[in-house]
């Protein structure tokens, strides 16, 4: 069966320092890899998605940005971390159209201080 | 650009009642996903649909595509279906889906 994980679970980090948030898929080849941020009593908002290697679409412009070096692995980073950027963040895998089921990791809580 | 808006926002039931959550759509759609996302924040697909009615449990999804809206209904509802329900749509291919904002539904003993 496909399982998807995603760390850390939570994160507090200082304004001005750099993220990297990572999300593995198993069980599943050449999956659609989504990463979405939520913030506080707000709906979802596609950050980033992937169609395959080295494939990114970018949704939202702003300082961060995602990679994925290998078939099931999708990686959000930010090189300088903004206030703005707290909120809970979600890796979530569907197959190769998205006319199927969305399969989501537990998330990823970052406050900024 | 596709809106996808679902109401109500907050809805606040008792023990039993039977609930009913809509979401409606401005452009032709290939599908549409339920979603369910729980207090400590992780996300589960619930139904997703293109024609019909689809049913799992207690949990009964319906579409209209002329009409472009959509149901989620709970029969006999329970303090643990208090959740943020969540409705997307997508539209086929590669297309990311487009999500509704949520109604946060809370079920009182």
Known sequence: ?113 | KNEVEQSPQNLTAQEGEFITINCSYSVGISALHWLQQHPGGGIVSLFMLSSGKKKHGRLIATINIQEKHSSLHITASHPRDSAVYICAVSYGGNTPLVFGKGTRLSVIA
């Open chain 1, 1 to 113: 069966s496909q399982t998807i994980h995603q760390w850390p679970a939570t994160l507090v980090q200082p304004v001005g320092s750099p993220l990297s948030l990572e999300c593995t898929v198993e069980g599943t080849s050449n999956p659609n890899l989504y990463w979405y941020r939520q913030a506080a009593g707000r709906g979802l908002q596609l950050l980033f998605y992937s169609v395959g290697i080295g494939q990114i679409s970018s949704e939202v412009p702003q300082n961060l940005s995602a990679s994925r070096p290998q078939d099931r692995q999708f990686i959000l980073s930010s090189k300088k971390l903004l206030l703005s950027d707290s909120g809970f963040y979600l890796c979530a895998w569907s197959g190769v159209n998205s006319n199927q089921p969305q399969h989501f990791g537990d998330g990823t809580r970052l406050s900024i201080l």
